[in-house]
């Protein structure tokens, strides 16, 4: 079974700094997708960014790109230009390219942007 | 854009009742998830179903079940309901790609939840 690993329960950051939320995960396969989602106060479930094992290249969406080290297992988020509204838990989560659906989250993050 | 719908988004039982939540996917997606997040938790995945067939179970108790139905709407049954039951429940729906046999997870997109509380 696949597990995901958030060390960090919550951050704070100054607004317009730059914050690296880490997550580790462990898998036996080779083909795997790894996720962000953020989940604001208002619970929704946002995507925040999406890495597929087998591309080399770090994903990035605008101010937020990833450190996906394939090798180490480590697919870390960096958000750039931190603004008051990403304020929110964020979740590492992994997909088996397997044929498995669900998502297997890590326990989360709170980041914190002060103003 | 039209997203994924769920109703209702709060719902208040009493133990041992019953509930029935509803999730509309997004048209022309053909697969849907069901998670459980408990209070303070990560969501939890239940079951899914792709083209109205059971697709891949997670942590689902025996005391629920799911179907989709010939719509795409689907349904989760929870019966014997107990306090620890009580949760953000999620439905979220994605267009699965297969690609010379290896599924291409695209992004699954969440429904604003189901509250349910058991008293």
């Known amino acids: 079974a696949q597990t995901v690993t958030q060390s960090q329960p919550e951050m704070s950051v100054q607004e317009a700094e730059t914050v690296t939320l880490s997550c580790t995960y462990d898998t036996s396969e080779n083909n795997y997708y790894l996720f962000w989602y953020k989940q604001p106060p208002s619970r929704q479930m946002i995507l925040v960014i999406r890495?597929?094992?087998?591309?080399?290249q770090n994903a990035t969406e605008n101010r937020f790109s990833v450190n996906f080290q394939k090798a180490a297992k480590s697919f870390s988020l960096k958000i750039s230009d931190s603004q008051l509204g990403d304020t929110a838990m964020y979740f590492c989560a992994f997909i088996s390219g397997g044929g498995a659906d669900g998502l297997t989250f890590g326990k989360g993050t709170h980041l914190i942007i002060q103003p | 854009a039209a997203g994924v719908i769920q109703s209702p988004r709060h719902l208040i039982k009493e133990k041992r009742e019953t509930a029935t939540l509803k999730c509309y996917p997004i048209p022309r997606h053909d697969t849907v998830y069901w998670y459980q997040q408990g209070p303070g938790q990560d969501p939890q995945f239940l079951i899914s179903f792709y083209e109205k067939m059971q697709s891949d179970k997670g942590s689902i108790p025996d005391r629920f079940s799911a179907q989709q139905f010939s719509d795409y709407h689907s349904e989760l049954n929870m019966s014997s309901l107990e306090l620890g039951d009580s949760a953000l429940y999620f439905c979220?729906?994605?267009?699965?790609?297969?690609?010379?046999?290896?599924?291409?997870?695209?992004?699954?997109?969440f429904g604003p939840g189901t509250r349910l509380t058991v008293l």
């Open positions: 979220a729906s994605s267009l699965k790609v297969r690609t010379s046999g290896r599924a291409v997870h695209n992004e699954q997109f």
């Open positions: 890495q597929e094992a087998y591309k080399q």
